[in-house]
């Protein structure tokens, strides 16, 4: 929490956009949110009290203030929300993360290219057919809530982009770790039967994935085994002490990358650039509270 800016925001991020602050602010008090110390709730209370008012919840919520609305952002408000008991301050975003619902039965990004084509600046004859398609990881992180996950088509498209060996692939996420440890959160949740195949499925690509010294991806490696292998959880939890840095947080190792916006398939990328701070960039969260947040709602998660 020494992270938290004088304003109340947690700020991560680097790209030409600017810092995140909305978007790293719902998921960060969203960890903070589902532990159990009292501080970190209250905390969590204050950042949501700040992103309601920054934002009425039927404009929703972005990257940052100047950037127009997405549903990643705005289903991490929502999760916060539930996490906080509530969920009937932001009701009217649920009508905002419905538009970006699309026929397949997963959410793009950007229910539109109207607002994000003005901030960018590009000409019409851009396509944003890429941002604007359905993401595996924004559609996962929506169907840990109930009005998503309880839906068969959300569960189904799911189900249909889940890769021939268990994993999940993101759009804006290289590390397949974090978009399978939201699906298999969200259909242990709100799945049925014919969901378990999946779920058992990831279990098995992340057992026979080798172990990289990613303080991100061996926190989403709990989330998905936490409830399969408690065994290798310890193991996992004891890497993460070892990573720890002195102040507490973990070092970054979170990374997003920044497609071209008329890419549908980003894997299909080879030459993405670390140094890039737009498309065709992987950046990592240069504050490490991305990273921080996710070990942490991940050693919360275990008994």
Known sequence: MRSL????????????????????????????????????????????????????????????????????????VCRLARALNRSAEVAPALWFL????????????YASDEDIRRLMRFPRNVSYRGWLSPHACVTAAAASLPEFGRMQGVRAYLRREQQPDGHWEGY????????????????????????????????????????????????CRIRILRLDDPRTCVELTAALAELQNSDGSWPSSARIRIPPTDFVNPASIWNWDYNRKDIYGIRLDHARIFTTATVLNALQLLP
Do not use: M
């Open 98 to 109: 419905k538009r970006s619902l699309q026929p397949e039965g997963g959410l793009g990004t």
């Open 5 to 76: 800016d004088t304003d109340g925001w947690w700020r991560d991020w680097e790209t030409h956009g600017g810092i995140s602050d909305e978007w790293v602010t719902a998921y960060t008090a969203c960890a903070l949110a589902c532990g159990g110390d009292s501080l970190a709730r209250d905390n969590a209370e204050r950042a949501f009290d700040l992103l309601c008012s920054r934002r009425p919840s039927k404009e929703c919520w972005a990257y940052n203030d100047h950037s127009p609305p997405d549903a990643d952002s705005t289903i991490w």
């Open 172 to 219: 804006w996420w290289p590390d397949p770790e974090y978009t399978t440890a939201l699906a298999v959160e969200a259909l242990r949740d709100h799945g049925t039967a014919e969901d378990s195949a999946a779920i058992e499925a990831a279990v098995r690509w992340v057992r026979s994935r080798p172990i990289r010294p990613s303080a991100f991806a061996l926190a």
